[in-house]
């Protein structure tokens, strides 16, 4: 039998018939892979907990007929329960799934995304900072982990550097004063707000969430983010869109 191991977050579930769940995760080793759990939905299934909604466990899994899996055991490791109880927070978490979703490919693991995702999850359940802020990280290291890391060391369009820059959604990264005129679509940008940009690029994810900045930069980190995303990614995630309403 095909039988595999692996860690992996429930990112989505469906219900099937009467007792059954479709759901998907992203795994360690295989990236996000679809999961039939037989009989999930009955009240004393073994499977109950660990195919939920946020879920963190060790899966062992066979592979079904087409390219999906089935479950055959599940160890749970982080219920994260806690984000299912309370409604702000399961809006930022939402849009954690939604976002990690759309950017991770079938059966091709990305394992900085992954860990990522987790401490994300972590970090807004334990309340240890802002949570616009963890979100901020969480997008602009994720995209970095797809390929899509913005410049924000020098000028992206001349290299040279200055002491004064705009943001370009376009050519994804910082603007001199002199690019900046030939260029449609800047944002003002504080260079504060460029270090912080800076030092999540540049620092592990186990040390990333442990500070706090202001509200500016905060504000400035979200229009940049919002628009660099949408223009790249070329998607608007609904959750975002709750998010910023809240
Ligand atoms: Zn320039």
């Known amino acids: 039998m095909n039988e595999i191991k692996t860690k992996g977050i ?9 007792n059954d769940k479709r759901i998907v995760i992203i795994t360690k080793d295989k ?9 999930a939905r009955k009240t004393n299934s073994m499977f109950l907990a660990g195919s939920q909604l946020f879920c963190y466990g060790e899966y062992i899994l066979y592979k079904g007929k087409s390219s999906s899996y089935n479950v055959k055991q599940i160890q749970i490791i982080e219920s994260f329960h806690g984000i299912r109880k309370d409604i702000d927070l399961l809006a930022y978490g939402l849009y954690v799934l939604e976002f990690a979703t759309f950017i991770t490919q079938e059966n091709v ?3 900085p995304l992954m860990k990522l995702m987790l401490k994300t999850l ?18 602009l290291k994720a995209m970095s982990y797809i390929g899509y890391t913005p410049n924000v060391i020098n000028c992206v369009n001349c290299g040279k550097q200055y002491d004064k820059y705009s943001f370009s959604i376009k050519l994804g990264g910082i603007v001199c004063k002199n690019c900046s005129d030939e260029q449609k679509y800047v944002i003002r940008i ?6 912080t940009m800076r030092y999540i690029l540049a620092t592990s994810v186990e ?3 442990s500070f706090q900045v202001n ?6 980190l979200t229009l940049i983010m919002k628009k660099y995303i949408e223009y790249h990614l070329n998607h608007k995630f609904k959750s975002l ?3 910023l309403k809240l």
């Open 215 to 220: 509200e500016t930069i905060k504000y400035e």
């Open 190 to 195: 504080n260079n504060s707000t460029i270090y």
């Open 122 to 139: 972590q970090i807004l359940v334990r309340k240890v900072i802002d949570y616009d802020l963890t979100m901020r990280i969480f997008e």
């Open 10 to 18: 429930v990112v989505s579930e469906m219900p099937i018939g009467e």
């Open 31 to 39: 990236g996000k892979i679809t999961v039939f759990a037989r009989g």
């Open 207 to 209: 040390k990333l969430f």
């Open 241 to 243: 869109d709750f998010l």
């Open 109 to 111: 693991p990305n394992k």
